[in-house]
């Protein structure tokens, strides 16, 4: 059982940590200084830099050899099937609602693999677990940029599914300059790869205060009337991670690769989705109450879900 708490207790750890941020964008839109207007100019700046410095600087650390390309390929493919579980479960809900009904969608398939899984799996796995987590945050953001836009654009003016546009967004072309990086195992120098590694951790802060900016100009009290927050909760907390908690005990995985993969598959809505729904020009109300709900919630699930892995 005290395994059980100390997951917990890092699950509430990351929690109340991305609230604190959430917090510092709240009181800086409440005093003027910072406010939602800016923050959607701010929006761009993380998607067209600071997310594809997360997908570069996510290959550029990696050491490649025989048996990481084996065991980060592995993690990517489980990566890929828990996104494919997650759209699947989804394609029957939501389809009523036009214009709030791809955020819900969204908010099942993407996971808070950077921000909320990384650091689990490093408090229980150590630096393996980051590596296995981190071919997560490459599958994530590769399916973000094309699934996720494609999600997010449709039935909006100008969403229309341009398949140029799809294939030529800053997602994919980071994969084209951090895959080339990882497998010839190219050293670049530091005055290159730190400025990634800088900007790539603006990603999750930066995230967060434009979030709490948003908070702050929605009605927070029916955060916990909607069927549909609810629905697409248990969704992404429970469904998802229990499906992939079967696919990859039939597949014969096991140990750490288990287990990180485990993390990733139940991390709450990720906070991209806010991001998105500013891009696109959906409810941000809808995807702000949406993101804090099931962050709150998987302080309950998450622990679980890690102790279960465990458990194999």
């Keep these: 059982m005290s395994g059980f708490f100390s997951d917990m207790l890092l699950s509430l750890q990351q929690v109340v940590i991305l609230y604190v941020m959430v917090a510092v964008g709240f009181a ?5 200084f910072y406010t939602e207007k800016t923050a959607r100019k701010t929006n761009d700046l993380i998607f067209y830099v600071v997310t594809p410095c997360v997908i570069v600087n996510a290959f550029i650390t990696t050491p490649f050899s025989a048996e990481t390309g084996k065991a980060f390929l592995t993690a990517a493919l489980v ?3 828990s996104h494919l579980c997650g759209i699947l479960l989804s394609l029957p809900f939501f389809n009523k609602d036009k214009e709030n009904g791809p955020i819900y969608k969204f908010s099942v398939v993407y996971a808070n ?8 799996a490093q408090a229980v796995l150590g630096e393996e677990g980051v590596f296995y987590a981190s071919a997560g945050v490459v599958v994530f953001n590769v399916l973000c940029f094309s699934h996720g836009i494609g999600l997010m654009s449709r039935g909006k003016s100008g969403g229309k599914r341009d398949f140029k546009k799809l294939l030529l967004n800053p997602g994919l072309i980071a994969v084209a300059i951090g895959l080339p990086i990882f497998l010839t195992g190219v050293r670049l120098p530091q005055m290159i790869t730190e400025p ?3 900007l790539s951790l603006l990603n999750t802060p930066m995230a967060m ?24 909760s248990g969704l992404r907390l429970i469904a998802v991670p229990l499906i992939m908690f079967g696919v990859m005990k039939l597949a014969g995985l096991s140990g750490a690769i288990f287990t990180a993969c485990m993390i990733s598959a139940a991390a709450p809505s990720a906070t991209n989705t806010v991001m998105m729904t500013v891009k696109y020009d959906r409810d ?11 962050t709150m919630l998987c302080v309950l699930t998450m622990p679980v879900m890690i102790a279960l892995s465990k458990a194999v």
């Design 209 to 232: 205060v434009i979030l709490g900016t948003y908070i702050a100009n929605t009605g927070f009290r029916d955060i916990f009337l909607s069927k549909e927050r609810y629905l697409a």
């Design 284 to 294: 941000a109300g809808v995807s702000s109450k949406q993101i804090a709900f099931c």
């Design 79 to 81: 990566s890929a099937g």
């Design 113 to 120: 693999c950077g921000y909320m899984a990384i650091p689990l």
């Design 196 to 198: 990634v590694r800088y």
């Design 28 to 32: 800086a839109d409440k005093l003027g």
